[in-house]
């Protein structure tokens, strides 16, 4: 049998040393605030089929707890370009789903967040045109979403006043967010795949895109007051979230669908203490170079 043989040549038996992970990303993560992470076209991380079966594992490049896909009977998400792809669902609730240990860890560090999303958006055709935001990453349980109950964030997308928008909201309790918006999105994120980070640090949200090839547009608002809600038992839903989704798909949301999903990490910025755009730019370079998305 043919074998590999490695030879290091130091030893060392200090336990402060980092543990280099499956993702590079959390190489620099001295901390140990990672909490989740998922590559679709990393085969080390995405191991739930093409196209993807319900309760197909997910593996966490932190190393902390894994994920899986949640697909109902008859929705069909095959992997296109190293992405999972929604055009064809006909159903909500077909999603990445992100274990309870991310909203727990969140919820005992000063609710403090950096979320980092790789999305194809919608085209300008398909982007909702409906000033009501549809998600694509929440952890709500409810069916419309922070309006009717614990909530931590969402991502999501609408128009208003002929507008397109990109909306990060930070839930403070049942039916109240603090938000930042794009209002008026870089228009280079249409039908592109887009890096997205979405972060709260106890002084403000913040919301930044990064198309591949494109630059970096960044909004933050001021968000200082604690979720009253105890979200610590959530899951995150990534995809076609159950809220604010339609049972029977309007005809907004059968173009808005249009999309693909291909890496989340998520880590406690409280833990953490990374520069949430240091980080996101590190993450970008080291993603456009692998080239897998598309």
Known sequence: ????????????????????????????????????????????????????????????TSEHANGKMVIPAGQNVPVVGGMLDFSGVTARATYMEVPASVAAAIYANAQRYLAIAWIKFPTADDWNSLSGEIPYLNFTDTGNGWQ?????????????????QLWHRRAKATNSTDAVVH???????????????????????????????????????????????????LKGKFGIPYSNWSATFSAAQNLSKKFKAGRLLIEALGVSQRDPIAVAEADFAATEARGVFG
Do not use: C
């Open 1 to 60: 049998m043919a074998g590999i043989a490695i030879r290091s040549p130091a030893v060392t038996n200090n336990p402060a040393l980092p543990v280099l992970k499956k993702d590079v990303h959390w190489w620099t993560d001295f901390n140990n605030g990672g909490l989740f992470g998922a590559d679709v076209a990393h085969p080390a991380s995405y191991q739930a089929g093409n196209p993807a079966q319900n309760d197909g594992p997910i593996i966490d």
């Open 148 to 164: 009717g109950g614990p909530e931590i964030f969402q991502l999501g997308h609408g128009t208003n006043s002929g507008v397109r």
């Open 183 to 233: 209002s008026g999105i870089d228009p280079a994120i249409l039908g592109t795949v887009t890096q997205v980070a979405l972060w709260f640090d106890g002084a403000v949200i913040g919301l930044s895109t990064r198309p591949l090839g494109g630059i970096r547009k960044t909004a933050a608002n001021p968000s200082t007051v604690a979720n009253s809600n105890d979200f610590s038992g």
